[in-house]
């Protein structure tokens, strides 16, 4: 009988191993959040849109102007309209949404996003961007993670990042670039 069959009955000490070897179910680190997001891009962490957010989606102005081209069914089930993964924009016990629409909720040559702030309680529309890609990046504002979106064509490139207020996003700085072929 090895030193822990003497301390503890056999069934205890296989889970102790157990238990020392994978740690705690249940009690393992949560994915680490996804940054960066694109139309066709795969979501890591995708959630179910709550009728609450999805409330708050669709009275936004962007929202409207996707659903009057939208069929008959897409209108009639608005949520396939959208993909939504789950980020901590704030802090880690605090869920939001990145949501990417999906066509007709999308611009001619890009991406529409929407940023949902406190997804579960209250959930409020705090920013809405276009683009090819949206970026959660590492620096942040009044406590929240900034948010950058770049679109590019042939010709230019332009990269826009978000800074949180206290109530929701607004515009820091727009930069253009020619790109050169």
């Known amino acids: 009988m090895g030193p822990l069959g003497r301390l503890y ?6 889970a102790l191993v157990v238990l020392l070897l994978f740690g705690l179910p249940g009690l393992a680190a949560p ?7 694109s139309q066709e891009g795969i ?3 995708p959630v179910t849109l709550a009728p609450e957010v999805l409330k708050v989606l669709l009275e936004t ?6 659903l009057a081209y939208a069929a008959a069914a897409q209108r009639a ?6 993909r939504a993964a789950q980020v901590h924009l704030s802090h880690a016990d605090g869920a939001d949404l990145v949501v990417i629409g ?13 940023v949902v702030g406190s997804a579960a309680k209250n959930p409020k529309v705090i920013l809405v ?16 993670r900034d948010i950058q979106s770049v679109w590019s064509s042939p010709s230019e490139t332009d ?8 109530a929701q996003y607004e515009l820091r700085k727009r930069k253009s670039t020619k790109n050169h072929a």
Do not use: I, R
């Open 159 to 166: 990269t826009t990042v978000y800074h949180f207020n206290g």
């Open 77 to 82: 089930n608005p949520a396939q309209l959208f």
């Open 9 to 14: 009955p056999p069934a205890l000490s296989a």
């Open 31 to 37: 994915p680490a959040d996804q940054n960066s997001f």
């Open 43 to 45: 979501l890591e962490n």
């Open 102 to 114: 999906v066509c007709p909720m999308c611009g001619a040559d890009n991406a529409w996003f929407w």
């Open 129 to 144: 961007a276009g683009g090819k890609e949206l970026q959660v990046l590492e620096s942040s504002s009044k406590g929240y």
């Open 61 to 66: 102005d962007a929202a409207k102007e996707g």
